[in-house]
């Protein structure tokens, strides 16, 4: 009875007009300090700019005293408090002068002329779009700018000392005892025993992905889709795959590949424009075949039920295909599987996954090689998504990923542990001929998002909303005035 | 006219300027009888339900319909409707929204499980302000994933006539045929715009609103307990969602149970499928005010006149 009388309290409450609501009262921050003068070296700030494949070659000829690159540590941590805070101040800023353009509008809405609304609309996405690039700059593409440095500064550090290691591990045989290390016997050997119980199970994953809409269209083009099925196919020919691979070429933006348990591979149109050439695209279709032969799949599901990762995987999807401020880094998480999608947001399991992430890695570098293809092509293509699309649509590929450099440089040991191949291919005519046929497919599916209705379409006639210009890739400091000057020291050579 | 037969016919001038003469004249005659405010002609399409003993009339032809536009007899092609459609969900959450929450989630659970595949659909909630949850895609799951991750609601506000006004002001823009689903109590709390507001704006606009009213079934229960200052928002409530249906020519439902929401939500798709449309030039002056629209849709049976009933939008103010 009480129930039923707090529900008519309620109720008539919610039928007449209540006072104004409070909300969150913030507390003033302090403005971030300026870095300290960095006692740094200029050759040590541009060795950071370099490729992480470049690095591999270059940080063993270099000599930086451990002072030095301590220095330099330290100083990019401050830059990176630095230049996040001075972009978190300015979202904050927009965001209050978004509030009060929004409350203006409010206000007059109902009788401002059109001249005076379209002014405050014009001046509203103005505002949108500064407060949604500078918090982009300041939660994403700083961060990520500032891990590849520390990235690569643990790679000058620690790469000369590990080379040594792997020398001796190749002159005294010991690397012959690595996990998986029998690759003159791939194709003969058993990673995970039982793949062919997991073809259920990937059916039902697809079957329940499509009921949900989570699984984007398939590309309608037979040049494109037999490309990409004659290259996976070679590659799973030359792996340790025991059932058969079914592909599935994606039409979605997405710079992404998966594969679900029972070899069903699938790649996005995405993944193809943002691949150079056939030996990157092979690293990665061997990275998902990996997933697939070591089982991951059904490893993990043992930890969570199928409904719980529809659940999660579906909670991602909404995120990323609706524009949200995720993107690549949580498609990407796709790559795990359907299940392993789930886990990717799990953090209990996110250690496991991890692990999986480096055997896949693994793995798919030895078939890449095995099939003839460059092994180092993988690499490469993880170090354009790192320096480049870690900013695409605001989110950090690898934030839920293992530490990078840590899989840099697995990635180059295991490369480096491989027999040495004469010949070995990087690009083909086939996949340039793939990239002319992907060009008009690319392009239609653009114009169709262009044309694709909008609720949050831009106000017409307005002056085009400003823009902070910062491109992947560049020096991060381009866009962080930071002070003090850098003392230059040349560099020493071994 | 005059002009392209005068330029074959090379005659005296003396009737080439009698010509002139009476052309001059007919355009000031015309001029003088159209209203003052009169502009080029534009075309619209008029969506329009036709029914009968609370069934849906489909298979009438051109023939079957009489439209007029201020009074006068416009003609018109019957066509069909545009595809795909554009639907927005427009749903209350509010912390005010508690007490009937679970009318609101069925509703919008119910809808994603019976629309058809190939439209546009996008979700926006409101409480003190209007917030897109998805903008506009085929995959119509995505709403119910993006309402299901909703978290709590921040305010307590309601601001329905601010919500309508300004999806009608976003929905504006868009091509084709329009429909807003709006989900929700009707109350209103702080609204800047006012029901005069919201009607104008409705006339302006394209788009065909359905409402689905929640909190009917506590309305009903609790009403003995109720004050006359909240039956009155209950009631303005109601009509206000209403009054969007019929100025749009949609309908407004107020299921009483929660397991009516899902024949609701099957209403409306059924609704959308079996209108007809009426593709014509409209007269109606750009002068901010209402000009009537009637349409008649009947058949004629052994020489008798069998009128239907019909649901159409009241009128264009342009």
Known sequence: ?494 | MFAARDSGDHKGGKQITALAGLAIGAILVAFRALPVAAQAPRLVSLYATVERDGGLVRGLGPQNFHLYEDGDSRPFRLEQPETPMVIALLVEYSQRSYPYFNDIQTAVESFVKQAPEGNWYALATFSHNLEVQVDFTKQVMQLSNAFAQLGEPMWNEVDTYDAVYEMLDKMERLPGRRVLIVIASGLDSFSSHTLDDVQKKIDAVNVVIYGVGAGSMLRGLYEPYLGAMQEMSLLQAQTFLQMLADKSGGEAWFPKLEGAFPDVIKGIFQDLENQYRLVYESRAAADHKLHKIKLEAFQIVNDKRQNFKVRVREGWRF
């Open chain 1, 1 to 494: 009875m009480k129930a039923a009388y707090l529900r008519v309290l309620l109720f008539a409450g919610a039928a007449l007009a209540a006072g104004a609501s409070g909300c969150a009262h913030k507390a003033p921050v302090e403005p971030p300090k300026p870095p300290l003068v960095p006692a740094v070296f200029q050759p040590l700030q541009e060795a950071l700019q370099k490729s992480y494949l470049e690095l591999f070659q270059l940080a063993p000829t270099l000599e930086f005293s451990n002072t030095q690159i301590q220095n330099m540590r330290n100083y990019l941590e401050q830059a990176r408090k630095y230049c996040v805070g001075q972009y978190k101040k300015k979202s904050d800023q927009y965001s209050a002068d978004l509030k009060r353009l929004e409350g203006n509008l409010k206000q007059v809405s109902a009788t401002a002329s059109d001249t005076q609304r379209h002014d405050l609309h014009c001046q509203i996405q103005n505002t949108r779009a500064l407060q949604s690039q500078t918090e982009v700059l300041a939660d994403h593409a700083i961060p990520v700018a500032y891990e590849n440095k520390e990235a690569k500064l643990d790679l000058i550090q620690q790469w000369p000392g590990d080379l040594k290691q792997i020398k001796q591990q190749i002159a005294d045989g010991s690397y012959l005892k690595r996990q998986w290390g029998d690759v003159k016997d791939i194709g003969f050997r058993e990673i995970a025993s039982g793949q062919k119980d997991d073809i259920k199970t990937g059916e039902d994953a697809i079957k329940q992905m499509k009921q949900a809409g989570l699984m984007p269209k398939e590309l309608d083009n037979k040049a494109i889709t037999d490309y990409v099925e004659g290259v996976a196919q070679k590659v799973a020919k030359h792996s340790d795959l025991q059932i058969p691979l079914h592909v599935t070429v994606l039409n979605s933006k997405e710079i992404n590949a998966f594969a679900l348990p029972g070899g069903f591979l699938f790649v996005e149109r995405g993944l193809l424009d943002a691949a150079d050439d056939e030996s990157e695209l092979a690293g990665v279709i061997g990275h998902e075949i990996g997933h697939v032969v070591a089982r991951h799949g059904h490893k993990l599901m043992q930890k969570a039920t199928i409904e719980s990762v529809v659940f999660q995987a579906a909670q991602v999807a909404a995120v990323l295909l609706t524009g949200g401020a995720a993107g690549i880094g949580t498609y990407y998480a796709l790559q795990y599987g359907f299940y392993g999608l789930g886990l990717a947001l799990n953090l209990n399991l996110l250690g496991v996954s991890r692990e999986y992430e480096l055997q896949a890695d693994q793995l798919g570098i030895q078939y890449a090689w095995n099939t003839g293809y460059d092994p180092s092509g993988f690499i490469r293509f993880f170090d354009k998504m790192a320096t480049q699309e870690g900013y695409v649509n605001g989110a950090s590929w690898f934030r839920d990923h293992p530490p990078f450099y840590q899989r840099m440089l697995d990635a180059e040991r295991e490369i480096m542990f491989l027999p040495k191949k004469e010949n070995l291919v990087v690009q083909s005519s086939a996949f340039e001929q793939m990239k002319k046929e992907l060009k008009p497919v690319t392009a239609k599916a653009e114009a169709e998002e262009k044309g694709r209705p909008s609720l949050l379409a831009p106000e017409q006639g307005c002056p085009a909303p400003q823009k902070i210009e910062y491109k992947p890739g560049e020096p991060i400091e381009t866009i962080c005035s930071l002070p003090g000057t850098v003392v230059t020291t040349k560099v020493a050579s071994r």
